[in-house]
Structure formats: structure tokens, C-alpha cells
């Protein structure tokens, strides 16, 4: 099977843009979550959708969103860019089961 | 809510020493317990977990116990190599559902 696939890979935005990460789960996995990284915070929970629906929301304003579609592909939207969004964000994908298999990342800078 | 402390690196270590690290976890009911690993320019990977008390993950040589009495999940390996150099996170279920929340991270360094 295939891994987790997160695009793209690498993203450069300017402070007050905005910004959209995809992520595609592991084939016949239903819930998607999202996490950031970052070297002071290290690594911090952002949403969890399960078929379509948010199930969890961790500490984040409101300029992170997120969705998820029927075919179980999931964005997440980061509104009006600050410095401190410059992190690795990734996604992570799982079945009923509660073992989450991680995406190698997006690596977002924010000047 | 579920909460996870993890000690705190780095930790270095020569060729075959002996490793532990610590993790202590604060959690409604007796959730499974993780450890994940994430090597130098990689994503994050499963190392090992284990989904009740007294219940021992192992993967690779590491090995960890499920103490629901200490409410520990200490990670373990009696040889270190120089290609276990990475960051160790612990973790837990941050509540109802999937997603995790992680410990801190401990970066562990190997020389030969």
C-alpha cells in the first residue's frame, strides 16, 4: 500500500497570505489528523477529521482550518500568515485502530 | 485531558550502551501508549505501543511496559547503535479518537 502523501512538500509565503496543505491517507483509512512541529513547541495536535466530520480540535485560533472529502483527503488552511506558522506540518492517517502512520511532512516558511 | 511528560534530552551515548527514557503519562481510563521515532530528515515512524496495562511493546530491539500503577511507559534498548540516533516521542490518544498528543521529544546520539 501506499504511504501517507502530503503536498507539497515545501511552501514559501509571505506574512498575510494564506496557505493550503493536502494531505492523502493510506488507502481504506478513514481518519485524518494534523499536527505541527516545531523545534520550541515540538509537536502539537491541530484536528482530527474522521469520514468527513471533525472529531478533535487542539489549541489553535481560528485561522487553522481544515476539511476533509468523501474519498477521505483532507486540507488544512492556515488564514493571515504569521512568522510563527513556519513549521513542519504533518498529517497523519488511521483505521478504526487507534496506530496513526505519519506523512513525511510540509515544510511551510513564513517571511 | 490526557497529558504526557517525557524527559528531556539530549541524550549521548557510545555503541552498546544501555538506554532509557522516561515517560509518564496523566489519562482518564487506560489508554494505549505509544512510541514513535523520527530519524534525521525523516517523517515520524512507529517504534512500538502497547494497548492495556502490563502489556510490553517491542520493535527493533526496544522494549517498554505499560505500568498503570507508576503511570509509566519508559522506553528501553540494552545495546545502542551509532543508526538509533534520532528523536523519541511518547504519546497517548489526546481524547476520544486517533489523534495523539506527544511528548517533547528526546534526541538520542550514538557514537561509535
Known amino acids: 500500500k501506499a504511504g501517507v502523501t502530503q503536498t507539497p512538500r515545501y511552501l514559501i509565503k509571505t506574512r498575510g497570505q494564506q496557505v493550503t496543505l493536502s494531505c492523502s491517507p493510506i488507502?481504506?483509512?478513514?481518519?485524518v489528523s494534523w499536527y505541527q512541529q516545531t523545534p520550541g513547541q515540538g509537536l502539537q495536535f491541530l484536528f482530527e477529521?474522521?469520514?468527513?466530520?471533525?472529531?478533535n480540535k487542539g489549541n489553535f485560533p481560528g485561522r487553522f482550518s481544515g476539511r476533509q472529502f468523501s474519498n477521505s483527503r483532507s486540507e488544512m488552511n492556515v488564514s493571515t500568515l504569521e512568522l510563527g506558522d513556519s513549521a513542519l506540518y504533518l498529517c497523519?492517517?488511521?483505521?478504526?485502530?487507534?496506530?496513526?502512520?505519519f506523512g513525511p511532512g510540509t515544510r511551510l516558511t513564513v517571511l | 485531558g490526557n497529558s504526557v511528560t517525557q524527559m528531556e534530552g539530549p541524550v549521548t551515548l557510545s555503541e552498546e550502551a544501555f538506554l532509557t527514557i522516561n515517560c509518564t503519562y496523566t489519562a482518564t481510563g487506560y489508554p494505549s501508549l505509544f512510541w514513535y521515532v523520527q530519524y534525521p530528515g525523516e517523517g515520524l515512524q512507529l517504534l512500538l505501543k502497547a494497548t492495556k496495562a502490563d502489556d510490553k511493546g517491542s520493535n527493533k530491539g526496544f522494549e517498554a511496559t505499560y505500568r498503570k500503577e507508576t503511570t509509566s511507559f519508559h522506553l528501553e534498548k540494552g545495546s545502542v547503535q551509532v543508526s538509533d540516533s534520532a528523536v523519541y516521542f511518547c504519546?497517548?490518544?489526546?481524547?476520544?479518537?486517533?489523534?495523539?498528543?506527544f511528548g517533547k521529544g528526546t534526541t538520542l546520539s550514538v557514537s561509535s
Open positions: 477529521y474522521f469520514s468527513e466530520t471533525q472529531r
Open positions: 488507502s481504506g483509512h478513514r481518519s
Open positions: 497523519a492517517s488511521s483505521q478504526e485502530t487507534d496506530t496513526q502512520y
Open positions: 504519546a497517548l490518544p489526546y481524547q476520544a479518537g486517533t489523534a495523539l498528543i
